[in-house]
């Protein structure tokens, strides 16, 4: 039997300045040798919502390929992975010293990253999120039921899936207070998505001075409920703008808090370009590093 080869691997809290909170992400910067059964395998033995694997990249705008696994399936693109393997990377000089721009190459294309002088001189990293597509509508009273509200906790707004690379069932909600108590029923989930095959989530919030107050339950993904979903954040500014849902005062930037909940405190920065988000919207977050570690893989 051939030995184990050692793989070493960071984990990281994104979307916090605090330690044990945000969402974490192991990254393994270095996955040259590995395939697709360990880095699946790898992914379930870590149990976070996420783990990502760097490989060098096949396209020259790009400075690494970034592959994403979930613990059940590998993703095309997630918010999180995104800024925490930026972080990584840029802390070990995988990118060029003092980029402000960059590119990562990960399975639904180049996605462009910018990184802004932050709080206490720390990184505030974005990502551009991409093309996002509104698609069916839901009736109310079973979303209501799916998450075990009654239906005058809902807004007056039809629940929408809306995709960016990863289809989410968005439900907008009266106040806080329900928001913490919704509660994902599986059985009524599969009731909703019908024939629909894809992985789903669904993902509740209501409106706030600031921004939104959300949570995220995806079991499809095999994660309960997720701290912090950077690719529903875009689609959330949008379906926000779309029904006028977002704060009047400051149009072009709002924060979604999310996992509080669940005692992992998420703050996500919105960036909306142009009117309505007309010339894209970028999700943005601080990353605190947490763990450095090696793993023997056999």
């Not at 339950?217 to 095999?222: C, I, R, T, V």
Request: with cysteine; aromatic share 6%; charged share 20%.
């Amino acid at each position: 039997m051939p030995s184990p080869r050692s793989y070493h691997y960071q984990v990281v809290d994104v979307f916090t300045e605090h330690p044990l909170e945000g969402n974490p992400l192991a990254v393994f910067p270095d996955a040259t040798g590995l395939d697709n059964d360990k880095m699946q395998k790898i992914a379930k033995e870590m149990n976070l919502s996420e783990t990502t694997f760097v490989f060098p990249a096949t396209r020259p705008d790009c400075v690494a390929d970034v592959r994403i696994f979930a613990p059940a399936n590998e993703m095309r693109f997630a918010g999180h992975p995104t800024i925490g393997t930026s972080f990584v990377l840029m802390a070990k000089g995988r990118v060029p010293k003092n980029s402000e721009r960059f590119v990562l190459e990960e399975k639904i294309g180049p996605v462009p990253i910018r990184v802004e002088n932050g709080s206490n001189g720390r990184p505030l990293i974005w990502f551009v999120t991409p093309p996002i597509q509104f698609e069916k509508t839901y009736d109310p009273a079973l979303c209501a039921k799916v998450i075990g509200l009654a239906s005058n906790d809902l807004l007056d707004v039809p629940p929408q899936m809306v995709n960016a690379g990863n289809p989410a069932i968005f439900v907008p909600i009266r106040n806080k207070e329900a928001v913490d108590r919704a509660s994902l029923d599986p059985e009524s989930m599969r009731i909703l998505k019908g024939p629909d095959a894809r992985r789903l989530a669904m993902f509740v919030f209501t409106p706030t001075p600031e921004g939104a107050y959300s949570r995220m339950f995806a079991p499809d993904l095999g994660v309960t409920e997720d701290p912090a979903s950077g690719s529903l954040t875009g689609p959330l500014a949008a379906l926000m703008m779309q029904h006028g849902l977002a704060p009047k005062a400051d149009g072009t930037r709002l924060i979604s808090e999310q996992g509080t909940k669940m005692g992992r405190r998420s703050i996500l920065h919105i960036q909306v370009r142009g009117e309505g988000g007309a010339d894209g919207i970028d999700v943005g977050g601080y990353v605190t590093p947490l763990v450095d570690g090696t793993m023997a893989v056999p």
